[in-house]
C-alpha cells in the first residue's frame, strides 16, 4: 500500500498530464469510484485506516495511542510487515517532523504495539531505501506500508513529480517481482488520504484509490453503489491477509471484494 496526499478524485482520474502513470495503472486495474476520506486533516484518516477509528484531527498530535489496531493483529497472527518510511534518519525511528517526513503521515509511529517497544519498531518501521534492497532479495513482507516524503507525495510538490516516484520507485520495480506475476497473487494498492479541502464530501472528500496486480481485477471499475471510506480499506485489507474480525467501523463496513479476483 502506498499512500498519496491532497489529491481529489477530479484532479487525478482522467489527468494523463499529471497522473500519466496511475492513469495508466487505472485502465489495468481496478478503481474505485464511490469512495470517500473520513475527515480533513490528514492524521484522522491514516487512523482510520489502521484502527478504524479517527481518534484524533490533530496534525501535531504526536500521541502514542493504545487502541485494537492493524499493526496489533499483525502481530498477534505472526503476519509480516513493514513501513517503509522515505525520510526517515534510521530503522525503528519514532521521533517527530524531520526533513521531508511527517510523523502524522506514519501512524504506526503511534501504535502503542510499535511505539513503546522498540525491538518490533527496529523490525517494521524503516527508511524507504530499504523497500529496493528487499526487492531485489525477494524478501517483501506480506504487507508493506510504503510512506513517499511530502514532496513525493503530492503533499508539498507536484503531482506529476508524484506520479514519477510511484512510476520509479514502485510500480516499475513491482513489475518484476515474483508476487507480481501471472498466477501469483499480489496487490498493490495506492490510495489518498484526503482530498483537497475545498471538498468536504461524506467528511474528507471523494478520492480514488487504485488496485492493481494478479491479485487485483483487471479493467475493473466499481460496479456497485457502494459508499467506501477509510475503514472499508481497512477491512479488505484485513481481508486480504486472513485477519477475521476487523477493529472499529471497519467491523461493519462494507468489504471492497468485488475489486478483488478472490
Avoid: C
Avoid at 486495474?29 to 480533513?40: E, F, I, K, M, S
Avoid at 505472526?78 to 519514532?94: C, M, N, T
Avoid at 484509490?209 to 471499475?221: D, I, L, Q, R
Amino acid at each position: 500500500m502506498v499512500m498519496e496526499e491532497n489529491q481529489s478524485y477530479s484532479t487525478v482520474v482522467g489527468n494523463t498530464t499529471d497522473w500519466t502513470n496511475l492513469n495508466n495503472l487505472i485502465k489495468q486495474g481496478a478503481l474505485a469510484t464511490n469512495y470517500y476520506a473520513n475527515v480533513h486533516p490528514s492524521i484522522g484518516n491514516y487512523f482510520m485506516l489502521t484502527t478504524g477509528q479517527i481518534l484524533t484531527i490533530d496534525d501535531t498530535s504526536t500521541k502514542v495511542w493504545n487502541v485494537d489496531n492493524l499493526a496489533r493483529r499483525m502481530l498477534a497472527a505472526k503476519v509480516s510487515f513493514k513501513i517503509y518510511a522515505e525520510g526517515i534518519p534510521s530503522p525503528g525511528y519514532l521521533g517527530g517532523n524531520t526533513g521531508l517526513y511527517v510523523i502524522r503521515h506514519n501512524p504506526f509511529a503511534m501504535l502503542s504495539d510499535i511505539a513503546d517497544n522498540p525491538k518490533v519498531a527496529q523490525q517494521t518501521i524503516l527508511p524507504f531505501s530499504q523497500f529496493a534492497k528487499d526487492l531485489a532479495s525477494g524478501d517483501l513482507p506480506q504487507f508493506s506500508f510504503v510512506i513517499p516524503n511530502i514532496d513525493d507525495d503530492a503533499h508539498s510538490g507536484t503531482q506529476k513529480a508524484a506520479d514519477s516516484w510511484l512510476q520509479t520507485n514502485i510500480i516499475a520495480p513491482l513489475s518484476n517481482y515474483s508476487a507480481f506475476q501471472p498466477g501469483s497473487d499480489g496487490v498493490l494498492i495506492v490510495d489518498f488520504d484526503e482530498a483537497l479541502d475545498t471538498d468536504i464530501s461524506h467528511g474528507g472528500g471523494h478520492v480514488s484509490p487504485v488496485f492493481w496486480g494478479p491479485g487485483a481485477k483487471s479493467a475493473y471499475k466499481q460496479q456497485s453503489s457502494t459508499l467506501y471510506q477509510h475503514q472499508s480499506m481497512l477491512r479488505s485489507i484485513m481481508e486480504e491477509l486472513n485477519l477475521a474480525n476487523p477493529p472499529g467501523a471497519a467491523a461493519n463496513a462494507p468489504s471492497m471484494s468485488e475489486f478483488f479476483v478472490k
